[in-house]
């Protein structure tokens, strides 16, 4: 398994966690599951989004399906670094180890496509 795919599985993961415990992850959050709309929304916009973008990257052959799950978690990234500036929230270790990972995961799929475009180019195939 190429080592970008690590960045889809883990998405994958993410997002089936949350249709199956939408609770479990919306308190990892800090987010409010008070009603049952908002435990739809949680399965949805976090369970169903991310599942099924990690899973076609794992099973499609095309950068480019990498390259859209790297640009999701760098896109998590700067949305958090900027809500550090907007929203102020309190910062703990959950909230530096969710941007750890979103800019490695991010990081990792850009970079194995990256390394595949080049492979291409010098006619090296897969």
């Known amino acids: 398994m190429p080592l970008g795919r690590l960045s889809s599985a883990a998405l994958l993961l993410s997002g089936a966690a949350a249709v199956v415990a939408p609770e479990r992850v919306a308190s990892a959050l800090a987010l409010s599951t008070t009603s049952p709309r908002a435990l739809s929304e949680t399965r949805a916009g976090l369970g169903g989004t991310y599942a099924a973008l990690g899973g076609w990257a794992l099973v499609s052959s095309n950068p480019v399906a990498q390259l859209a799950v790297g640009v999701t978690w760098l896109g998590a990234a700067g949305a958090r670094l900027a809500s550090l500036a907007l929203d102020r929230p309190r910062t703990d270790a959950?909230?530096?180890?969710?941007?750890?990972?979103?800019?490695?995961f991010g990081c990792l799929a850009i970079g194995t496509v990256r390394?595949?475009?080049?492979?291409?180019?010098?006619?090296?195939?897969r």
């Open 94 to 104: 959950d909230l530096w180890s969710y941007l750890a990972a979103e800019v490695g």
């Open 115 to 125: 390394a595949h475009s080049r492979r291409q180019l010098r006619g090296g195939g």
